[in-house]
């Protein structure tokens, strides 16, 4: 049973849509992290709106790519035959090019961060500490979502073992993923209290349960998710309207929550706040498969170029970005005059994808073995 997969099923196409996808969530990601001293910094200025609501609409990154790469593990995976040569062979990619490139930006950013507030730290403490903040993805800010992985990589080849010999569980993995979740909130907020809630793998496991029955079905429901003129019947317009009128409510509900967090430093449930933030995550993913394939088709190709170009070198310009915002930050401007503030902000966003992609663009093609420090990267030409 486990084995059984049709020759259809082996030969799935690759999803260039998946790639665009994959390129604009680094991009949203990079516009949070460029506008969150904006949050707090820009809060007298009348055009404080626009640094919210970039920040906050981009806020569904990490999760969303959480969605994405459960959907593409299960959209690769499943239909192969599942031996011991797959999984070992799935534990050594992730391992080499996630595992190890995240155990030496955890130290380079450790030794950053020592250099800068703790230089006097006694030698034992400073071990212990690296060892504590590396064991929980805590080396950095940003490095939490290669713990995540790490955690939700570790249950794939189960859950793949047991949605392969038993299929007729998967109809149920979306709701015992949302009641696991909710769960989790539920029970932080009544007796755990962890700071860290967002470090933990049940905090995202409806993101992870639905990018695996995606994954699993895409090329069943690929033309009811696609927006496209051909595939506009009743039902499927219905369910476009729905999911965009779901997506746009969450976004609005999340731009007037926390700008009331931001400006009147209003108190909501922490569960709350919980719940919407995996909502709003959730109905973006969905509204990114809608409109990917509509971008592919209408984009130029020079655009589509820069994007897959993105894409490929994503988890490269993920570890590394923030160091260049950690040191571009040194140098705000001098002027008190408020359109030199904005101009500062907007050149580190574009610093912080431009040249981290020329980092790793120019490490995949002159430095040998830079996959070890940046994540799997095309082969050297």
């Given amino acids: 049973m486990i084995n059984s997969v049709t020759k259809e099923d082996e030969k799935r196409s690759r999803l260039p849509e998946i790639q665009l996808v994959r390129a604009l969530l ?30 906050i609409s981009m806020s569904f990154a990490t999760p969303a790519f959480v969605f994405l790469s459960s959907f593409v593990l299960f959209y690769s995976y499943y239909p ?26 955890s130290i380079i950013y450790f030794v950053l961060y020592y250099n800068t507030y703790t230089p006097n730290m006694p030698a034992d403490e400073t071990f212990r500490s690296f060892l504590i903040k590396l064991a929980t993805g805590k080396a950095y800010t940003h490095l939490y979502y290669v713990f995540i992985m790490a955690q939700l990589y570790v249950l ?8 392969r010999r038993f299929p007729n569980l998967i109809k149920w993995a979306v709701p015992l993923g ?5 769960a989790f909130f539920t029970w932080n907020e009544q007796f755990l209290h962890l700071t860290n809630l967002m470090s933990w793998a049940p905090s995202y496991t409806m993101q992870y349960m639905l990018g695996a029955i995606l994954g699993i079905y895409y090329p069943q429901l690929r033309g009811w998710l696609q927006w496209s003129k051909d595939g506009a019947t009743p039902k499927r317009v219905s369910l476009w ?13 999340m731009l007037i929550v ?6 009147n430093g209003t108190i909501y449930s922490p569960l709350m706040l919980d719940v919407l933030k995996m909502f709003y995550s959730i109905t973006s993913a969905i509204m990114l498969l809608h409109i990917a394939p509509s971008l592919y088709r209408f984009l130029p190709k020079k ?35 408020s359109v ?12 912080a994808l431009g040249v981290s992609w020329l980092i790793v663009a120019g490490a995949a093609r002159f430095m040998p073995g830079a996959a070890l420090l940046f994540g799997e990267l095309p082969r050297r030409r």
């Avoid at 949302?178 to 909710?182: E, M, S, Y």
């Avoid at 309207?241 to 509900?253: D, K, M, P």
């Avoid at 030199?340 to 574009?350: I, P, R, S, T, V």
């Fill in 26 to 55: 680094i991009i949203a990601v990079i516009m949070i992290h460029s506008t969150s001293f904006a949050t707090l910094k820009m809060k007298e200025s009348d055009y404080y709106f626009v640094y919210h609501f970039l920040n």
């Fill in 80 to 105: 192969r035959p599942l031996n011991g040569a797959l999984i070992s062979s799935f534990y050594r990619k992730r391992i080499t090019y996630v595992i190890i490139p995240y155990v030496l930006f």
């Fill in 156 to 163: 794939f080849p189960l859950l793949l073992i047991v949605f």
């Fill in 178 to 182: 949302l009641v696991i979740q909710l």
């Fill in 241 to 253: 309207l729905a999911s965009f009128g779901v997506w746009l409510g969450s976004l609005i509900a």
């Fill in 258 to 263: 926390f700008y009331d967090i931001r400006m």
């Fill in 303 to 337: 655009e589509l170029r820069f994007f897959d170009s993105i894409a490929v070198f994503s988890f490269g310009i993920y570890l590394i970005h923030p160091l260049l915002l950690f040191y571009y930050r040194k140098f705000p401007p001098e002027s008190g005059i």
């Fill in 340 to 351: 030199y503030y904005h101009l500062w902000y907007a050149a580190g966003f574009c610093l």
